[in-house]
């Protein structure tokens, strides 16, 4: 079992979305986040004064999937979320140990 | 020179003036979070520009002397308000007093227009479209409407105004046409040329701050008797019946929205409410003079139901009328000028028949041909100024930041600043800084 997580612009949110329902995939968590990566962050003027801003808005998408479905969940979210253009985020997999599905108690693989 | 008179509609213009500010509060509750200051703004910008070209031309274009037909007045009698200084002790009222207190209609009837392209407008392309707007659709028509022939005592006419006044014998008794008609024809035509928002239909776009709501449409009541009751021009009886009109209709409006809400819904809601409000303030300014307290419940409690039913057509027709200026102000509008010719009572102080008083259609179609006249010269210029606009200089947002929020692109600002993680504080720490990204962007290609 894998967590897929990926860094994208905020209003790629509805395309990446999309893209996950078209190949089935049944639940994800969204979350606003800030950061920065290699753009860094960049000044801004506001009443006459210049301020630096070190932290750029994002969204962060987590999803649980079984091995086979992670890559096609990978390839998904680039492509949807991709604009060319620097800061457009990361996606990355990270391996599980142990999921449980609250109401019922089932674990596993079935817990997906 | 009556003081009680001239201080009656000082206080009143003041009114009205404060009514542009609520609506900045009713529309600025009604939007998301990331759109608020824009919305609002739109509401501030029209403050900002409409008095000065008022005193420039406006009030000449509406009031100067006809040029021909009733359609317009002479720009130049007044330009600049010249010769409306000098105190004239025979005059009703002093002319400034009149001035200011027709300033604010101009003002509003302007602002009313944005709740129909909330989210998604450049700044800079309303502030253009609202000074041509205003220049081209609101001055003559003000001067159609509001502008009254006068004669001397010998029968001379000493000045000449304009052709629903005048020559139709419309009742508009404080703007059903010229404001809230003809700025409900214009939200339609504007929401038509914008387009609809990124996921209208889709999303539920619901107000993010209802309490805002409720303040604006309270504010907008509260104003709205200097909009009607003022429109008498004297602190007299005339007034003092539109004043309880005023209160009575706008109640039984408010009644109205919430008792469908009810049937149909199952919740009466907030919204419903201060919507229900501005639907029965809406229709009883057209009929205020014209109709007795009881023709004033019966105009409000039918606005209400009937705007609250015109709200949902925006849908199933797909114009995203963001706010409801269709549905509430040209519906309300229309419903309360022509409901004139049904309901008006020849002992009213406007003193004419209907066809449920006396009998007579004479008032009706006059109300009818007044109301569809204002409406579709204001929806076809509205329709040519706009589309000018946006092939020229462009009307809309960028698609990237209408989702990342027009407040934070356009105007660098966001109206809820919570704690930030490390930030100046000076812009929102959430909810995007596109704009300043895609500068960085550029900066690092270069």
Redesign the interface.
């Given at each position: 079992m894998k967590l897929v997580t990926a860094i994208v612009k905020p209003f790629k949110l509805d395309d990446v979305k999309n893209a996950l329902e078209l190949i089935g995939i049944a639940g994800l968590t969204v979350s606003e986040v800030q950061g920065f990566g290699r753009q860094r962050g960049h000044t801004e003027v506001y009443r006459g004064a210049e301020y630096q801003v070190d932290f750029v808005p994002k969204v962060r998408i987590e999803i649980v999937v079984g091995e086979i479905d992670a890559a096609r969940v990978v390839d998904a979210i680039v492509e949807s979320a991709s604009t060319g253009q620097i800061g457009d985020g990361k996606v990355w997999v990270t391996t599980i140990d142990e999921i449980v599905r609250v109401r019922t108690g089932e674990r596993g693989a079935d817990a997906l | 020179m009556d003081t009680g008179n001239t201080a009656w509609i000082l206080t009143s213009a003041s009114l009205v003036l404060l009514m542009t500010p609520g609506l900045a509060l009713f529309y600025g509750g009604m939007v998301r979070a990331k759109s608020v200051l824009n919305m609002m703004m739109m509401s501030f910008g029209a403050l900002a520009l409409i008095p000065v070209l008022w005193v420039l031309y406006g009030y000449s274009i509406a009031f100067g002397d006809d040029v021909g037909g009733g359609l317009l007045g002479d720009p130049t009698e007044f330009f600049g308000l010249k010769g409306l200084m000098t105190d004239d002790p025979e005059a009703a009222l002093p002319a400034m007093a009149f001035v200011g207190f027709q300033a604010v209609f101009a003002i509003i009837t302007v602002a009313l227009i944005s709740g129909a392209i909330a989210d998604r407008a450049k700044f800079g392309s309303w502030m253009v479209f609202a000074g041509l707007w205003a220049t081209i659709v609101y001055f003559p028509i003000a001067h159609w409407v509001f502008d009254f022939t006068l004669t001397g005592e010998d029968g001379v006419v000493t000045h000449t105004g304009g052709w629903i006044a005048n020559n139709l014998k419309a009742i508009d008794f404080a703007g059903g046409t010229a404001v809230h008609i003809n700025a409900g024809a214009a939200a339609l035509a504007l929401a038509l040329v914008l387009g609809t928002r990124r996921?209208f239909g889709r999303d539920a776009m619901r107000p993010h701050n209802l309490t805002l709501v409720m303040i604006g449409a309270g504010l907008l009541w509260f104003g709205w008797f200097g909009f009607n009751a003022g429109s008498a021009l004297a602190a007299n009886n005339t007034a003092s019946v539109v004043w309880v009109n005023t209160l009575v209709a706008t109640a039984a409006a408010t009644l109205g929205w919430l008792l469908l809400e009810k049937l149909r819904d199952g919740h009466s809601t907030s919204l419903g409410a201060a919507s229900g409000v501005v639907a029965g303030l809406v229709a009883i300014t057209p009929s205020c003079s014209a109709v007795s307290p009881i023709g004033a419940i019966i105009i409000g409690l039918l606005a209400g139901v009937l705007c609250a039913l015109a709200v949902g057509l925006k849908y199933k027709l797909g114009y995203d009328d963001s706010l409801d200026v269709v549905g509430v102000h040209l519906v309300g509008g229309l419903w309360g000028t022509i409901a004139i010719g049904f309901l008006a009572d020849p002992d009213a102080p406007a003193g004419v028949e209907s066809l449920f008083f006396g009998g007579s259609v004479d008032q009706l179609w006059r109300q009818v041909v007044g109301a569809l006249a204002v409406l579709v010269v204001s929806f076809v210029a509205t329709y040519i100024i706009g589309t000018i606009i946006q092939k020229t200089m462009g009307f809309r947002i960028a698609?990237?930041d209408e989702?990342?929020g027009i407040d934070q692109v356009v105007h660098?600002?966001s109206g809820y600043d919570f704690a930030s993680?490390?930030?100046?504080g000076?812009?929102a720490?959430?909810?995007?800084?596109?704009r300043?990204?895609a500068?960085?962007?550029e900066g690092?290609r270069a």
């Open positions: - | 996921g698609e990237e989702v990342t660098a600002e993680l490390g930030s100046s000076a812009t720490p959430l909810g995007g800084q596109a300043a990204e500068r960085n962007i690092s």
